[in-house]
């Protein structure tokens, strides 16, 4: 079964940090790009972060550049998020999620985890 | 940024009724638009790409249209499972999603 599960999550003070985890299984994960989207407390969704299937690029909404980190372990079929200097508007729930590639360079999201919640407050 | 507009924010409707959801694009995504279904304290789940493709296992009383700019996701007979948040996603330049159409029970 294709499963991924988020960890990591949790109460943390604004400024501090935080590292997410996100665990794959029942497929080729070195094959495949991977995102991590967010979803903020009665919000949409929103993009947070995207990585290669190899880890050679790496792309961020601009109110996470400098802050949010993605990295990727292929060995370990996993996925991270290390977020610095956090924020109370970074307050949501974040999952990560597989890219498929469609036509022309196009990428949707197919496979979701669960989430895993972050809550930015003193 | 694409901007993606969904309309209605909720839509009120009967078991067994046709529900019709409208998405639109600030500019042309071409037909990179996905729909994904989502039940509270759930994960989304991919219903439609390629703005008229059924993901797999995603019954066939879901179905997708439109290209472009205006996009429609209709469920035929609803289903008391369907009852849920839908979203549309662009994926035509990143990925920006609409605020969501909430579908309830009339």
């Known amino acids: 079964e294709v499963q991924l599960v988020e960890s990591g999550g949790g109460l943390v003070q604004p400024g501090g940090s935080l590292r997410l985890s996100c665990a794959a299984s029942?497929?080729?994960?070195?094959?495949?790009?991977m995102i991590w989207v967010r979803q903020a407390p009665g919000q949409g969704l929103e993009w947070v972060a995207d990585i290669k299937h190899d880890a050679s690029d790496e792309y961020y909404v601009d109110s996470v550049k400098g802050r949010f980190t993605i990295s990727r372990d292929n060995a370990k079929n996993s996925l991270y998020l290390q977020m610095n200097t956090l924020r109370a508007e970074d307050t949501a729930v974040y999952y990560c999620?597989?890219?498929?590639?469609?036509?022309?360079?196009?990428?949707?999201?197919?496979?979701w985890g669960k989430g895993t919640t972050v809550t930015v407050s003193s | 940024e694409i901007v993606m507009t969904q309309s209605p924010d909720t839509l009120s409707v009967s078991p067994g009724e046709r529900a019709t959801l409208s998405c639109r694009a600030s500019q042309s995504v071409n037909s990179k638009l996905a729909w994904y279904q989502q039940k509270p304290g759930q994960a989304p789940r991919l219903l439609i790409y390629?703005?008229?493709t059924r993901a797999t296992g995603v019954p066939a009383r879901f179905s997708g249209s439109g290209s472009g700019t205006e996009f429609t996701l209709t469920i035929s007979s609803l289903q008391s499972e369907d009852f849920a948040v839908y979203h549309c996603?662009?994926?035509?330049?990143?990925?920006?999603f609409g605020q969501g159409t909430k579908v309830e029970v009339k």
């Open positions: 390629g703005a008229s």
């Open positions: 029942g497929f080729s994960f070195s094959r495949y790009w």
């Open positions: 996603q662009q994926y035509s330049y990143w990925w920006t």
């Open positions: 999620a597989r890219l498929t590639q469609w036509i022309e360079l196009s990428y949707y999201m197919d496979v």
